[in-house]
């Protein structure tokens, strides 16, 4: 092998080796940067959300306009960024009323909340048998019912 030719392999390496090390930095780098936007959004919705399901289960049922606004904008991100899978979950959740006041709303909401964590790399499963709606949804010890207080049971 002549030197020259060792040369040029030795660029040519150098080149492809360059450029695929910026196509993969670039690439994890715009993954990253999606990953960081879609728990932004995760974390608005659930915060926008937890708000509402506190205020309905004390009985507040006026809603705040800016509390909507944070609650919208943060769905619309997820229609934006999320997986197919939790805007599917985000559209059961919010047809079937979206407030928190029904076991279907509940339901749909902990399936939108097992999704995202099956996004962000757990197991989609893995937390069926801890009664997650339970976790998610007392918002008060069990022996406080704001609905028991007023005598509406």
Not at 25 to 30: H, I, Q
Not at 34 to 56: G, S
Not at 114 to 140: P, Q, T
Request: hydrophobic share 45%; proline share 1%; with cysteine.
């Amino acid at each position: 092998m002549t030197p020259e030719l060792t040369i040029l392999i030795s660029l040519l390496s150098s080149v492809i080796a360059a450029v695929t090390t910026h196509y993969l930095a670039s690439r994890r780098k715009k993954y990253e940067v999606l990953t960081e936007f879609r728990i932004k959004a995760y974390v608005d919705f659930i915060n926008a959300a937890t708000k509402l399901v506190a205020a309905r289960r004390l009985g507040r049922v006026e809603d705040e306009l800016e509390d909507l606004a944070i609650l919208n904008d943060a769905k619309t991100r997820i229609c934006i960024c999320a997986d197919a899978e939790i805007v599917k979950e985000l559209g059961n959740f919010w047809i079937s009323g979206g407030t928190f006041e029904q076991e279907e709303e509940i339901l749909a909401f902990t399936r939108m909340c097992m999704s995202i964590r099956k996004s962000l790399g757990n197991k989609k499963y893995d937390l069926m048998d801890l009664g997650i709606s339970n976790i998610l949804f007392k918002i008060e010890p069990s022996i406080y019912s704001y609905r028991l207080r007023n005598n509406e049971l």
